[in-house]
């Protein structure tokens, strides 16, 4: 019996090796065998396998070369990606409705830049998806976050307990609804979330409130209305870039900034390249530990002013570029504190406007600052 299966697997193999042979000549028989008609060993063989491997390999890194320069061609370097951050907080405790947020949102759909939105309801979900629906799809990402995945409200019962003290200053919603200063506060866990899950694929970054362009809904537009931000033409790529609200004064307190509600640059517009805006995140984190360990708390814009008082300037590694708007550009159509507050965001829709006109008329575009 031995024998018999000797002689079967014999047989199989013979098949195979036959079958192996045809297709080989059948191969040779219908395709150029420059190659492998010289080939006389297994080891010339192993060898030009190596050699096409290395070949294929080379065109796959030439080709994804050709890609990356592509991309890089048809990148504009003046960019900014925006993110932003919404979740329904209590109407009866703040200074505008849900519903009021919501008409703001429409904006978002003139602004062509990449959005990058973080939200925690369907309803705002939904709509922001049909806000952005004509633009292409890589231009918005949506996220659905809830509040433990946004380290800034760990420090939620901190701010309630501070903020319950008899005698501590009222502001409202600032110093009364710990969520309100907690959420302002957030707008720096969603800029590093953007970062860190690769949504930012340009140089610049910047937070942008959801109702920041609320003024574009109360004057004429076109039909079909759009903008773009890029930074302004003097930005500086060391600094972060904010709207001044009112001139800094060199001696004033964390506690100054926090007990008279003091606004020295505005939170709605946060610009700044990306290793730098890590750097002021990781600060700007530290300075508000530093704070509700002093038994102090309140919105972002005061945090930022104590950071670079006297107090505790030592301890910051970036520098602020502020931007103030004269009473009088008609064209931003701006006007009491919404010039203040509004600036920044102003001057980099103007910017864009200025590169493009510039393009236009045969003047190479402004070179990206050092």
Not at 40 to 50: P, Q, T, V
Not at 88 to 111: A, E, H, V
Request: net charge positive.
């Amino acid at each position: 019996m031995n024998w018999k299966i000797k002689w079967s697997f014999f047989v199989i193999r013979l098949a195979i090796f036959v079958t192996f042979v045809w297709i080989l000549n059948f191969y040779l028989s219908h395709h150029d065998h420059s190659l492998l008609g010289s080939l006389s060993s297994r080891a010339d063989l192993a060898s030009a396998l190596n050699d096409s491997r290395g070949s294929l390999i080379s065109t796959l890194k030439r080709n994804k070369l050709h890609q990356e320069q592509t991309k890089k061609s048809n990148h504009n370097p003046f960019e900014i990606t925006m993110v932003t951050l919404y979740f329904p907080l209590d109407d009866s405790q703040n200074k505008f409705t849900t519903d009021t947020y919501r008409i703001w949102m429409r904006t978002f759909g003139w602004m062509s830049n990449k959005l990058v939105a973080l939200v925690t309801d369907d309803t705002t979900m939904n709509l922001l998806k049909k806000i952005r629906s004509h633009l292409p799809p890589e231009r918005t990402v949506l996220i659905r976050v809830n509040r433990s995945q946004l380290g800034s409200f760990k420090d939620l019962d901190r701010v309630k307990k501070i903020f319950s003290q008899p005698l501590y200053p009222i502001h409202r919603p600032n110093t009364v609804n710990a969520e309100y200063p907690i959420t302002m506060n957030a707008k720096y866990d969603a800029l590093q979330m953007a970062m860190d899950m690769g949504h930012v694929d340009t140089d610049y970054i910047a937070w942008v409130d959801i109702g920041y362009f609320r003024n574009l809904l109360y004057v004429k537009t076109p039909k079909n209305y759009s903008f773009t931000l890029e930074i302004p033409l003097d930005f500086e790529d060391t600094k972060i870039g904010f709207s001044e609200v009112s001139p800094r004064v060199s001696h004033t307190t964390p506690w100054d900034y926090i007990r008279h509600n003091i606004v020295w640059v505005a939170g709605g517009f946060v610009l700044g390249k990306k290793p730098v805006i890590q750097k002021f995140i990781k600060n700007f984190k530290r300075a508000f530990q530093n704070l509700l360990n002093d038994s102090m708390a309140s919105t972002d814009q005061q945090t930022i002013g104590a950071m670079y008082s006297p107090q505790m300037i030592k301890e910051q590694n970036v520098k602020l570029k502020t931007y103030s708007c004269p009473k009088g550009r008609l064209q931003f159509q701006l006007y009491g504190p919404d010039l203040q507050y509004f600036c920044l965001g102003y001057i980099c829709k103007e910017a864009a406007q200025r590169r493009r006109a510039k393009v236009h008329s045969g003047h190479a575009p402004q070179t990206v600052p050092t």
